[in-house]
């Protein structure tokens, strides 16, 4: 099975911060990579799918990079309604896997 | 507008068994494979498992295997999803879920959700 490795598990940052959560695989999975949010009593939400390509309606502060191995989540202008947690997930094989999850808070 | 509609989730005992549906709209629901996510309370989101647009190919975490088994009517646009020999550590959400394509398996689509309580 593929383990996906999130780090880091929480960050709190100030409104209008950048900030980076990076995921790894523990094997290539190319660019088979999905990070969603999801928010306290809710479904998750796709953000961006194949490691970077943003889903329609989500703004343009949040970005994806990566292939292979390692891949990052940015949210560039952190703002209020991020608030959230986020998780990826590797869509290459079954079985699929989330990793564990980044809570984001305001400071 | 795709809608995935969750029910049958309640509380069980150790040991029991409980079935679980996702009741589909909005697209065409034998073209796309489905699956269900599961998420215990505080924790983060765990794939259970997949089936094909048309049944042929099963898929599940180790975690379930040979205890849960997933079935679909495409007749009745459904997704089932049978729970046997339940654990307390099965106590979850399960979310329905869908992918964006029929050749991809990141999930563009979610249900609200079913809850899922397994104690005596």
């Known amino acids: 099975d593929i383990q996906m490795t999130q780090s880091p598990s929480s960050v709190s940052a100030s409104v209008g911060d950048r900030i980076t959560i990076t995921c790894r695989a523990s094997?290539?999975?190319?660019?088979?990579l999905a990070w969603y949010q999801q928010k306290p009593g809710k479904a998750p939400k796709l953000l961006i799918s194949a490691a970077s390509s943003l889903q329609s309606g989500v703004p343009s502060r949040f970005s994806g990079t990566g292939s292979g191995t390692d891949f990052t989540l940015t949210i560039s202008g952190l703002q209020p309604e991020d608030v959230a947690t986020y998780y990826c997930q590797q869509a290459n094989r079954f079985p699929l896997t989330f990793g564990g999850g980044t809570k984001v808070e305001i400071k | 507008e795709v809608q995935l509609l969750e029910s049958g989730g309640g509380l069980v005992q150790p040991g029991g068994s409980l079935r679980i549906s996702c009741a589909a709209s909005?697209?065409?629901?034998?073209?796309?494979?489905m699956n269900w996510v599961r998420q215990a309370p505080g924790k983060g989101l765990e794939w259970v498992s997949g089936i094909s647009n048309r049944g042929g190919s099963t898929y599940y975490a180790d975690s379930v295997k040979g205890r849960f088994t997933i079935s679909r009517d495409n007749a009745k646009n459904t997704v089932y999803l049978q729970l046997n020999s339940l654990r307390a550590e099965d106590t979850a959400v399960f979310y329905c879920?869908?992918?964006?394509?029929?050749?991809?398996?990141?999930?563009?689509?979610w249900g609200q959700g079913t809850l899922v309580t397994v104690s005596s």
């Open positions: 094997q290539g999975i190319t660019t088979w």
């Open positions: 909005g697209f065409s629901f034998s073209t796309y494979a």
């Open positions: 879920a869908r992918a964006s394509t029929v050749t991809t398996f990141h999930f563009e689509f």
